[in-house]
Structures are given as structure tokens and as C-alpha cells.
């Protein structure tokens, strides 16, 4: 087995590896730290946890065991029947779908406006592109509330409320996908787009055959971010969408609720339970690309 050598200096300055004594002080404080910060860790993610967990089982017990005083975290008869009933007495089907085509239609859109904005905000030169730039960010700080009254009667007078595209044209541009982007173009070397210029590709062509393959742990984190965003959205389907036909899955499960005289909230549950696991799935399939992205997008190389 190899020993831990350290660097010791001597009296005139010569400098030699000599063993490290194995089961110091110093080796047990390390230990020590390293068990706290793991135990933390565990009961940080259990505490995350606990919501859904309950959330799961909640959806498995029968309408009068979901708020049983005290609390039993265990149902005691699996009512595995309470997916079969919100699946067949209520729209979520109808829910689902609309939803997926919100949340992918706008993540599309978003991360094809982001990165080409991106790329002319870093890559081509031109006055007033940093005032622009910081303009446009500051936006982000701007509420949606101040300013959701003029979008809802300008989109009423193209007579686009109460259909998908009020939503979709809302959330087609980003800045905070802008500036996820733009942080990570910064970190591509502009020597790649020189030889791209030289190689006869246009700004068109440079973008989308240098940059975007190259780029694809921040498209990941932008898509995964948006699409989440996107499918957790409340009130933009709660304003614009008013037909049942066009209604999302949080729209869908909250009136599904409030029109029962005694909701059936183990039903509801599983609902809830549905809603959550594309979410679930998406996220633990684009994981490492957005840890990636989002640990990269403010370094510059």
C-alpha cells in the first residue's frame, strides 16, 4: 500500500518527500468533517424529499385517510384505483397534452431566439451593443405583474387570448436565456470563428455548425429550466386560457377541485402525482449536461 508523502524543508533549505504518519490528528478532524457534512447533506435531501414522499402516499390512500389525524405517512390499504379514476373522470389527458405542447414549443423557441441573440451580443461588434446588452438584462428585474394588463388587451386585440399562441408568443424570448448563453460563448475561444469566416461560413453558418455543437451543456440547463418553468406555469394559462379544451395540468387539477362540493383529495393526489413525474424524468435525464452548463456559463476561458 503507497504512503502519503509530504515535503518537508530542512535547515539548508533542501527540500525532500519523507512518509506522512498515517492516523494523525489531522486524519481524524478530516474524517470528522467529512461524516458532518455527509450527514447534512442526507438530511437536507430527506427533508426535500418528505413533500414528495407524502405527495406519493397521499395519492394511494382512500379520500378520508389523506388528512387522518395523527398523520399516517403509510396508507393502510392501497387505493391503487385513485389513478384509475382521475384518468378517467377528468380532462387530464387533455391537460397533459396541452401542456406538453406548451412546455416544448416554448423551450424550442426560447433556446432558438437565446442562442442567436446570444451570439450577435458576443460575437459581432456594434455601437451600443453593451448598453443593449445590459438594457435588455434589466428586464429581468422588470415583474411580469406591471406589464401583464397591456400584453393581455394587446394579444385580445389580435384576437389571441384564449389560445395556445398567447402563451407561446409570451414566453418566446428570454433574457435570462440570453445572458445564460451569451456567459457561455464568452468561454469558446474567438479563434474558432476567425478560421470559420476564413473557411468562407457566413455569421449564419458560424453559429449554428462552430457554436451550437458546442454549446450543448448550456442549451441542456436552458432547455431543462424552461421546460420546468414552462409546465409548472399557473397563472399565464390562468389569464389567457378560459376554454376547458385549453386548459394545462395545474389550470386543469385546481379546477378539477374546486368544482367538487367534497373533493376526493386522493384522486387529486394522483393527479398531483402525475404531473410531477415528467418532470421528474426530464430532469434526471439532462442532469450532468445541467450541472455542466450551469458551471461553466459564468467561467471565461
Excluded: C
Aim: zero cysteines; glycine letters at 8%.
Amino acid at each position: 500500500m503507497s504512503e502519503t508523502m509530504t515535503l518537508v524543508t530542512s535547515e539548508k533549505g533542501r527540500r525532500t518527500l519523507r512518509p506522512r504518519p498515517a492516523g494523525g490528528a489531522g486524519d481524524a478532524a478530516r474524517r470528522t468533517r467529512r461524516v458532518l457534512l455527509y450527514a447534512a447533506l442526507i438530511i437536507a435531501a430527506a427533508a426535500m424529499l418528505t413533500p414528495f414522499f407524502w405527495m406519493v402516499m397521499s395519492s394511494l390512500k382512500s379520500a378520508n385517510g389523506v388528512f387522518s389525524v395523527p398523520v399516517r405517512w403509510l396508507p393502510e390499504v392501497f387505493v391503487w384505483s385513485n389513478y384509475v379514476d382521475i384518468w378517467q373522470n377528468s380532462g387530464i389527458l387533455t391537460w397533459t397534452r396541452n401542456t406538453l405542447v406548451l412546455s416544448v414549443g416554448v423551450t424550442a423557441l426560447q433556446v432558438l431566439t437565446g442562442s442567436f441573440a446570444a451570439y450577435g451580443f458576443s460575437r459581432i461588434r456594434f455601437p451600443g451593443r453593451d448598453a443593449l446588452f445590459l438594457l435588455y438584462i434589466a428586464t429581468i428585474a422588470v415583474p411580469w405583474q406591471s406589464y401583464m394588463i397591456p400584453q393581455f388587451i394587446m394579444l385580445s386585440d389580435w384576437n389571441l387570448a384564449n389560445t395556445l399562441w398567447s402563451i407561446l408568443l409570451l414566453q418566446t424570448f428570454s433574457a435570462f436565456g440570453v445572458f445564460l448563453m451569451k456567459q457561455f460563448y464568452e468561454t469558446i475561444p474567438e479563434e474558432l470563428s476567425e478560421a470559420g469566416r476564413l473557411d468562407g461560413l457566413s455569421e449564419y453558418g458560424i453559429w449554428w455548425r462552430i457554436m451550437v455543437p458546442l454549446t450543448v451543456p448550456a442549451i441542456a440547463s436552458l432547455s431543462l429550466l424552461t421546460f420546468v418553468n414552462t409546465w409548472n406555469d399557473y397563472l399565464g394559462p390562468l389569464i389567457y386560457l378560459r376554454d376547458p379544451s385549453l386548459w394545462t395540468l395545474q389550470l386543469g387539477l385546481f379546477n378539477f377541485a374546486s368544482n367538487q362540493y367534497d373533493p376526493n383529495y386522493g384522486v387529486l393526489f394522483a393527479g398531483l402525482t402525475i404531473s410531477v413525474l415528467p418532470i421528474a424524468i426530464v430532469f434526471l435525464l439532462g442532469q450532468r449536461f445541467f450541472v455542466e452548463g450551469i458551471a461553466t456559463s459564468g467561467m471565461k476561458g
